[in-house]
């Protein structure tokens, strides 16, 4: 196995891609994610039409807790009304559940891994910082060592743009400590999903999570070197590819939001 490839970011429009395979070479990675920008349809139809393609072993999910994930069964999987309910879905704040639910039907024998961290953890890194909340390993996937300031800086601002530049400048670092936190669970989550069935493993998750040099593929490179990792960016034609390197990059129509920003005036 090799290391993590660099990345070659190819910018590729909807018309062009081709939905019933995934990039050349990208069957032999051991770990694979699908970004996304998580209220467009056209990107978890796009993530569906990968897995079915890849037949992972695994499916790693952002939007699950290890309980949660520790539920689904082929049998709950065939039952989308079922799994909705066993989930909790409704109640988790992530979109509609019609929108992942063709995701899990596309690979349904496929072990399913939950990598979420719960809100309530989450907040204690406010006064425990990251490392304990993460628990053992915290070490080596980097989370006692402070970040670079050029890349504290590059991150404390994307969390601002991202929050419409209304979060105080306080928060920040507490935001960005939360996003490693996520990074490395994540990380973590596919490491054991590679060691427990085999590969492929499939992750899927928002596009921040899944960039090269700052996300969850950083850290299984930190910890796993040997480990393949192949990682797709997707983002919309109005705004263009999303922050950070991909080892692939598509663009699909947007989304109509309204104002994002609205919530925060």
Not at 70 to 85: C, G, K, N, W
Not at 189 to 200: I, V
Request: charged content about 20%.
């Amino acid at each position: 196995m090799a290391a993590l490839a660099a990345s070659l970011c190819l910018w590729v429009p909807a018309s062009a891609q081709d939905d019933a395979a995934a990039p050349e070479g990208w069957d032999d990675a051991d770990i694979v994610y699908l970004g996304e920008q998580h209220d467009n349809p056209a990107h978890h139809a796009r993530q569906a039409d990968l897995v079915a393609a890849l037949d992972p072993a695994a499916l790693v999910f952002e939007m699950l807790t290890p309980d949660q994930a520790s539920l689904v069964t082929p049998d709950l999987i065939a039952d989308e009304a079922a799994m909705e309910a066993a989930l909790g879905w409704n109640a988790s704040g992530w979109p509609d559940f019609a929108m992942y639910y063709p995701i899990f039907t596309a690979a349904p024998e496929a072990a399913i891994y939950g990598a979420a961290i719960p809100r309530d953890q989450a907040r204690r890194v406010m006064d425990e910082g990251i490392d304990p909340v993460f628990g053992e390993d915290a070490a080596r996937y980097g989370l006692t060592d402070p970040l670079p300031e050029t890349d504290q800086q590059a991150r404390e601002a994307l969390q601002m743009a991202a929050h419409c530049d209304a979060l105080p400048a306080e928060i920040l670092p507490m935001m960005v400590d939360i996003q490693r936190l996520r990074d490395a669970a994540l990380a973590r989550a596919a490491l054991q999903a590679l060691e427990t069935t085999s590969a492929p493993v499939v992750v899927i998750t928002g596009n921040g999570h899944a960039r090269t040099d700052w996300g969850a593929p950083a850290a299984v490179a930190r910890v796993a070197p040997d480990v393949t990792q192949r990682a797709l960016g997707q983002g919309e034609d109005d705004t263009g590819p999303p922050d950070g390197t991909f080892d692939a990059v598509e663009i699909t129509a947007p989304v109509d939001r309204g104002d994002p920003c609205a919530a925060f005036n």
